[in-house]
C-alpha cells in the first residue's frame, strides 16, 4: 500500500448552486488527513463517477422531505434541493454495490439513514421537548468503542434541527447526546460507513482530525 499516495474523495452538493455552504472547511479537512477531494454533481455518469473515486463525503445541507420515509410534513423545513437527493442517494447505491468508503456529515448522516430505510425527527424541539437545544452551540456527546474516531465523552458543535429517529437496515449507534438523541451511526460489516452529526470539518480539534483520517485510510486501504 502507497502511504504517499492521495485518494480522490468526491464530496456531493451541486456545485452551480454554491453547495455545500463553506466548501473549503470540507476540502481542507480531506487534504490534511493526506486526500485529494474534488467537488461532484450530477453532470458525470453516476457509474464512471462511483469507478473513479477512492470515497464519498456527503456533507452538510438542508432538511430532508418526511416524504422519503413515510411521514407528512409536520414541522416548517429547509428542504434540500430535489436534484441533490436524488443525485446522492442514486451515487450511494453505487458506492454502497463495491463497498468504498463513505462519511456522512450532519444533513450526510440523516441522508444515509433514511437511504436505507430508517427515520428522522422532523424536528427535535417540536418532538423532543426534553431535549436540549441542537441548533446552536455546543454540547457533548458520549461515543462508544469503535475503530473509526475517538471515543469517550467530547464537545462537538450544535448545528441541527432533525435528528435520527429509527436506524436504518444494518446500521448501529455510535454516539448519542446527553439527551439520548443518536449523533453518530455505522454500517456494520462495512469497511468505513460512518455518520456524525456535528460538523468535524470546522472544529479542527484532535478528536476531529481522526475521523478524517480513518476515512483516508480507509479509502487508501481500499483501493
Same mark, same amino acid.
Given at each position: ?25 470540507? *476540502? ?44 407528512? *410534513? ?76 475517538? *471515543? ?54 484532535? *478528536? ?16
Amino acid at each position: 500500500m502507497n502511504k504517499a499516495r492521495r485518494p480522490s474523495i468526491g464530496i456531493t452538493g451541486l456545485p452551480h448552486k454554491g453547495l455545500p455552504k463553506n466548501r473549503k472547511n470540507y *476540502s481542507d479537512a480531506v487534504v490534511l488527513a493526506g486526500g485529494r477531494a474534488s467537488f461532484i454533481s450530477a453532470d458525470e455518469e453516476i457509474l464512471r463517477l462511483s469507478s473513479r473515486l477512492d470515497g464519498l463525503i456527503i456533507p452538510g445541507g438542508g432538511d430532508l422531505p418526511p416524504s422519503l420515509y413515510g411521514e407528512t *410534513s409536520r414541522f416548517p423545513a429547509k428542504v434540500e434541493c430535489p436534484e441533490r437527493i436524488d443525485f446522492e442517494f442514486l451515487l450511494l447505491h453505487a458506492i454502497i454495490k463495491i463497498k468504498k468508503p463513505v462519511l456522512g456529515i450532519c444533513y450526510g448522516m440523516q441522508l444515509m439513514n433514511v437511504f436505507l430505510g430508517g427515520s428522522l425527527y422532523q424536528d427535535i424541539e417540536g418532538q423532543l421537548p426534553e431535549a436540549h437545544r441542537h441548533t446552536e452551540g455546543e454540547h457533548l456527546v458520549e461515543v462508544g468503542m469503535n475503530p473509526h474516531m475517538t *471515543s469517550g465523552c467530547r464537545v462537538v458543535n450544535s448545528s441541527h434541527h432533525q435528528a435520527v429517529r429509527k436506524l436504518g437496515t444494518g446500521l448501529d449507534c455510535l454516539a448519542r447526546s446527553r439527551d439520548g438523541v443518536i449523533e453518530a451511526l455505522v454500517l456494520r460489516d462495512y469497511g468505513f460507513f460512518v455518520g456524525v452529526q456535528w460538523h468535524p470539518e470546522r472544529m479542527r480539534d484532535a *478528536s476531529s482530525a481522526v475521523i478524517f483520517t480513518a476515512f483516508i485510510e480507509a479509502c487508501r486501504a481500499c483501493k
